[in-house]
C-alpha cells in the first residue's frame, strides 16, 4: 500500500487559514458561536483535576452518580438492542413513540392531538432548529427574553433580526404581557421557554395567559390584513420539573385557540436526566407535519431506534413516572431549596447574598450583592469579577445570568444543582459564608 496522505500538512495555516475560511464558507458561518458555559465548565475541571473542592453548579446538566435515567428506560433500550432494533427509524420518529406522546399529553397536560403533531428528534435542539428554519424567513424578526438559552444563535443561523426582551427580578426574569406588547411589528415568532433556563422560574397562569391574549390579538389584526401569522415556539423541556406550588401552565391549555400558533418543543434529556440519550420531539400543528418530517429526515437528526422504543414505553408508564420523579425530583428540590436556605441564612446575617425561591427546572436564581467590594486589591465591577471571586475565593462554581443576555444583572447568577450532592452544596455554601464575611 503507498504512503497515506497526511492531509493536515496539506491545510493553510496561521492567517492563510482564516483567509481561506472566510474564502469559503457561508459568511453565517463567521458570527457563530460555541457555548460559553462549557468554557467555564473546562476552567472548574482544571481546578478540581488540581486537588481543588469545587462545588460545581455550573453545567445544565446531570452526574449519573447523582441522578440516573429511570431503570424502565435502561432496561428499555437494552432490551431493543436485545431484539434487533438497530435499523433506520422512520425520520420522524416510531409511531409508537409518537403515540405514547399524544398519550401523556392527553393524560398530563389535557392537550388532545393526533399522531402526525408529532415529529421526533434527537433531543429538543433539532425540533428548535426545524421550527426556526420552517417558520423564520430571512430578514424577518425573532423575539425572545433574556436572559435565556441559545436563542440568539438560531436567529443568527437563519439570518434572522433578534428582538431581545429584557425581563428583571421584578417578573422573576420572565416576560409578561406588557414587556411584550408594541415590539411586535415583523415578528414571525416568538420564543417562550417555562420552566425557564437559567432562572428555573415558572410562568403562572395569568402571566402566559396574557402573552397568549396578546398573541391572539395580533393574529387577528394580521389574519384581517392578510399577514403572515405570529407563531409561538414554546419550550418545555423541563415541564414535570416543579415545586412547591408552582404548576405548568401551556398556551393552547390556557387558550385553545392558540393551538393553532403554537410549537411545543421537548425532551426527555432533563425531566428523566437523559441528556445522553438524545430523544426529543416537537408538537406541532397538524398542516406543518409534511416539512417538518422532510426536514428532520434531511438533517438526519432522528434520536437512536432503542432510545426511542423504551422512552415509549416509559412515556406509557405513568406508574414508573411517578416511582421515578419520587426520587428524582424530590432529589432536585432538596438540593434546590439547601441552595435557597443556605442564602437566605446568610441575607439574614447581614451578607450581601439572595435568591428566588426554587420553581422549577433544575436551576436557582442566587444573587452576591458584591460590586463594589474589594477583593485581592482590586474592585469588584464586573460578572466575571463576580465569577472568579466566588470560584477561586469558595470553589463555587456558578454562571452569571448575563451569559444569558439580560442586562444590569451583575452578580446575579445561576446555580445548576444535577451535578451535586448535599454534602457538596453544604461545604461550598460554608466556604461562601466564610468567603463573604472576609470581603472589605
Ligand atoms: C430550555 C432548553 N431547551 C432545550 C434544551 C436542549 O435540550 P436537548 O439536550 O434535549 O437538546 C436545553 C438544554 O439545556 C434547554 O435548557
Known amino acids: 500500500m503507498s504512503e497515506p496522505v497526511d492531509c493536515r500538512a496539506l491545510f493553510p495555516t496561521g492567517d492563510d487559514a482564516e483567509a481561506w475560511r472566510l474564502a469559503s464558507l457561508n459568511p ?22 488540581a486537588g481543588n473542592s469545587v462545588c460545581n453548579l455550573t453545567v445544565g446538566d446531570f452526574s449519573p452518580a447523582q441522578f440516573s435515567v429511570p431503570v424502565e428506560l435502561r432496561e428499555g433500550v437494552d432490551a431493543a438492542f436485545a431484539e434487533g432494533q438497530t435499523n433506520y427509524p422512520p425520520s420522524f420518529g416510531t ?14 397536560l389535557g392537550l388532545t392531538y393526533g399522531v402526525d403533531s408529532v415529529i421526533v ?41 433578534a428582538v431581545k426582551v429584557h425581563c428583571g427580578p421584578e417578573t422573576d426574569f420572565l416576560p409578561t404581557r406588557e414587556l411584550l406588547e408594541g415590539k411586535l411589528d415583523g415578528v414571525s415568532l416568538i420564543c417562550l421557554n417555562s420552566p ?13 395567559g396574557g402573552i397568549c391574549d396578546l398573541v391572539l390579538e395580533e393574529n387577528a389584526r394580521r ?31 390556557l387558550r385553545p385557540e392558540m393551538a ?21 420531539w416537537a408538537v406541532i400543528p397538524e398542516p406543518f407535519a409534511l416539512p417538518f418530517r422532510a426536514l428532520m429526515g434531511h438533517i438526519g437528526a432522528w434520536a437512536p431506534k432503542p432510545e426511542q422504543l423504551a422512552t415509549a414505553k416509559l412515556l406509557n408508564d405513568p406508574e414508573a413516572i411517578t416511582r421515578y420523579h419520587g426520587t428524582m425530583k424530590q432529589g432536585l428540590e432538596d438540593r434546590l431549596r439547601a441552595l435557597h436556605d443556605g442564602l437566605q441564612a446568610m441575607k439574614a446575617k447581614g451578607l450581601p447574598a439572595d435568591s428566588i425561591a426554587p420553581q422549577g427546572a433544575i436551576y436557582l436564581t442566587g444573587r ?25 475565593e469558595a470553589g463555587f462554581g456558578i454562571v452569571p445570568l448575563a451569559v444569558f443576555g439580560p442586562k444590569d444583572v451583575v452578580g446575579w447568577v445561576r446555580l445548576s444543582v444535577g451535578a451535586v450532592g448535599l454534602d457538596d452544596i453544604a461545604e461550598g455554601l460554608a466556604r461562601i459564608e ?6 472589605d
Not at 126 to 150: E, H
Not at 196 to 208: E, K, M, R, S, Y
Not at 228 to 245: C, E, F, I, N
Not at 260 to 280: E, M, N
Open 196 to 208: 425557564l433556563n437559567p432562572t428555573g422560574t415558572v410562568f403562572d397562569a395569568d402571566q402566559l
Open 260 to 280: 393553532k400558533y403554537t410549537i411545543f418543543v421537548d425532551a426527555i434529556s432533563k425531566s428523566f436526566a437523559a441528556t445522553g440519550l438524545r430523544v426529543g
Open 434 to 439: 466564610a468567603a463573604l464575611e472576609k470581603l
Open 368 to 392: 452576591f450583592d458584591i460590586a463594589g467590594r474589594n477583593w485581592n486589591g482590586k474592585v469588584i465591577a464586573t460578572d466575571e469579577d463576580v465569577r472568579s471571586f466566588l470560584l477561586e
Open 121 to 161: 428528534g434527537s433531543g429538543a435542539r433539532p425540533p428548535i432548529y426545524a421550527t426556526f428554519s420552517l417558520v423564520v424567513q430571512a430578514g424577518d424578526k425573532v423575539m425572545f427574553c433574556a436572559p435565556s438559552w441559545n436563542n440568539p444563535h438560531y436567529v443568527h443561523i437563519n439570518g434572522a433580526e
Open 223 to 253: 389574519e384581517a390584513r392578510g399577514d403572515r401569522p405570529l407563531m409561538v415556539m414554546y419550550d418545555q423541556v423541563y415541564w414535570m420539573l416543579t415545586y412547591g406550588d408552582a404548576k405548568h401552565v401551556t398556551p393552547p391549555g
Open 95 to 108: 409511531p409508537e413513540l409518537r403515540a405514547a406522546v399524544v398519550s401523556m399529553y392527553e393524560r398530563d
Open 28 to 49: 453565517m458561518s463567521s458570527g457563530l458561536k460555541g457555548s460559553s458555559i462549557l468554557k467555564i465548565a473546562y476552567e472548574i475541571r482544571a481546578m478540581q483535576d
